[in-house]
């Protein structure tokens, strides 16, 4: 479905999360730099997750990110300490959740 489609109606919804506190910080910043909110720029992620890279079915997506986003991403990262990639999630370990 393409802009040329029209409004897509939709129905947002509160959503309770937690997140690595370094991350949110990256993605906030990187929300602020879009001129957009957490929200939207949450939504843009996911969606273009669900899109794979032709050939590349089940092993990579889209990215919504251009080179200025992709270099702000990057600066973000180094002034909020966030020192890992999308690998390092299976090493996270929530000492807060631990205790639950």
Do not use: C, N, W
């Amino acid at each position: 479905m393409g802009e040329a489609d029209g409004p897509v109606r939709i129905e947002r919804v509160q959503l309770g999360v937690r997140m690595e506190k370094r991350l949110v910080k990256v993605l906030k910043g990187l929300a602020e730099f879009e001129g957009v909110t957490l929200g939207q720029l949450l939504e843009k992620i996911v969606l273009h997750s669900f899109e794979p890279a032709a050939g590349h079915e089940g092993e990579l997506a889209a990215s919504p990110h251009g080179k200025r986003a992709l270099a702000a991403i990057t600066d973000l990262k180094r002034v909020y300490g966030m020192d890992y990639d999308m690998h390092g999630f299976r090493r996270f370990d929530d000492q807060e959740s631990a205790r639950d």
